[in-house]
């Protein structure tokens, strides 16, 4: 695997907005306005991605609609953290043969984490003739030039060999939200946990220039951003592989100093490279959102140690009662696996103990699912499938009653929210923490910041009312 950073030239973006040009024109020609469609799997840097490939289409003419039926390009921009990720992707892949004889010359993509799978490109070039082009993540910077192969030449494009991890500057984003904005300040990871693909499809860890971020979220808060999240698999080692003397908590720092009010938050958080530092700068400033992601992933220290993870279940448990007691009214997330093969009946009471003795706001739970070409993938994993189902329904019981109880606690008490749109009759507002509250009032509040005070809670979500 090649794991140096390569900086894509402007010279070299410039050539792919030449591309754009040429497709516009080819379209003008025709006197048609095509219509792209992107649907998104995964997490956020997807998302983020997403909006770059948007951006890019754009660019060469393209109308963004809503559904594939219709649409004259197709993206699928894929997830491959678990196979039922996969699955869900290639069902959804199959049903596009169906668009497209209906739609004679709809062109179809499949790029994100999936494409940097031999097995799926492979799978692809051999049982899926009517995907027009993969490409990985490596390669998002060439859309224009693979779309425009595509339709001048009329043949399938694969541009899916495991490049150095590449940084580009400057690729346009039609950012879907124009109160919110993720912003990716790195790309790639070197943590390699056992049971994680991402490090195989995306790379190695590499950061954007702090002066480049900087001058994004600037842009961004001008243009009107209410809420920036920084985006990372581990955001802690950001800056690690450019400079001795800056790092995340340095770069939040900086970022809260750009004047304005705004919130930020980040995600994710590695517990490896999280502590005092990074803490204490949240503590310290009231831009930045009193609210952290820290995957803990299991309970037990043994688990943690096959899993590739560099903490134990003490170290956690110190990280977190550190940053509890620096941020009182943390709001505290995480990621948890059950199931990781040969977890015990004992260790997994272990993640139930440390579930109970943290308190989290809400958990993203899930089953292992063994990732080919992973080292879990490997591992000796006697439990049967209904043991690992029953394990899981407990957890999510035990996570449940607390979720409940923390957003019950929560009534009678005024949180300064952003509110951020309408669902049906009510506005939308999200507490610092995070958290989704329903609330009567004008619409001409979206886009502003107000004391809501909550008057009702259910696991999921709390209702409120202005202050
Ligand atoms: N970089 C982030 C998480 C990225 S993936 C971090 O390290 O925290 C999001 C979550 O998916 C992980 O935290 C993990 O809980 C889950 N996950 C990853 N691979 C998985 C697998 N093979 N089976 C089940 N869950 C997995
Ligand atoms: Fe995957 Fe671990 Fe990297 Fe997160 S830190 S992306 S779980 S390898
Ligand atoms: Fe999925 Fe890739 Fe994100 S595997 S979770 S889309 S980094």
């Given amino acids: 695997m090649n794991t140096k950073t390569t900086v894509i030239s402007e010279e070299e973006l410039n050539k792919q907005f030449a591309f754009c040009d040429k497709i516009s024109a080819y379209w003008h020609d025709k006197n048609i306005t095509p219509v792209a469609y992107v649907e998104t799997y995964g997490c956020q840097q997807n998302e983020a991605e997403s909006e770059k490939l948007r951006g890019y289409l754009m660019q060469s003419g393209y109308a963004i609609g809503n559904e594939a039926e219709g649409a004259d390009v197709v993206i699928m921009n894929t997830c491959a953290i678990r196979e039922h990720a996969e699955q869900r992707v290639f069902g959804n892949l199959g049903a596009l043969t169906h668009t497209k004889r209906r739609h004679q010359g709809q062109k179809v993509f499949l790029c994100g984490c999936m494409a940097g799978e031999t097995k799926v490109s492979d799978r692809i070039k051999k049982s899926y003739p009517h995907v027009d082009g993969v490409f990985s993540t490596h390669h998002l910077w060439q859309f224009p030039e693979i779309l425009w192969n595509v339709l001048s030449k009329g043949k399938r494009q694969f541009y899916i060999e495991d490049e150095p991890g590449s940084i580009a500057e400057g690729i346009p984003q039609a950012r879907d939200n124009t109160l919110k904005s993720w912003v990716s300040i790195m790309y790639g990871c070197n943590n390699f946990c056992t049971y994680c693909i991402v490090p195989y499809v995306r790379g190695r860890e590499r950061s954007r220039k702090k002066e480049d971020i900087l001058a994004e979220c600037r842009a961004l808060l001008e243009a009107g951003s209410k809420e920036i999240t920084l985006l990372g698999q581990n955001v802690n080692s950001y ?84 940053a509890k007691q620096v ?8 990621d948890v696996i059950v199931g990781f093969p040969g977890e015990t009946e004992e260790e997994f009471e272990q993640t139930i103990s440390l579930i109970e003795t943290v308190h989290y706001d809400s958990l993203f739970t899930f089953i292992f699912s063994p990732r080919p070409g992973t080292p879990a993938a490997n591992m000796e994993d006697p439990t049967p499938k209904e043991e690992k189902n029953r394990r899981f329904d407990r957890l999510c019981a035990v996570q449940n009653a607390i979720s409940e109880q923390i957003h019950a606690n929560y009534i009678g008490r005024t949180f300064r929210c952003l509110i951020d749109g309408m669902d049906k009759d009510l506005l939308t507002a999200r507490t610092e923490g995070g958290r989704l509250v329903r609330l009567e009032g004008d619409k001409n509040l979206i886009g502003t910041f107000a004391d809501v005070t909550i008057t009702g809670s259910t696991t999921w979500s709390l209702t409120g009312k202005l202050k």
């Fill in 327 to 334: 941020m009182p009214e943390l709001v505290l997330t995480s």
């Fill in 239 to 322: 800056g690690k592989d450019l400079y001795d003397d800056f790092d995340f908590a340095d770069l939040l720092a900086a970022i809260a100093e750009i004047p304005g009010e705004f919130l930020i938050r980040f995600m994710t958080s590695h517990p490896r490279d999280a502590g005092k530092k990074l803490f204490d700068t949240m503590a310290a400033s009231p831009k930045i959102a009193k609210q952290l992601h820290l995957p803990f992933q299991s309970g037990s220290s043994r688990v943690l140690k096959a899993m590739n993870r560099h903490y134990d279940r003490e170290k956690y448990l110190e990280l977190v009662t550190y």
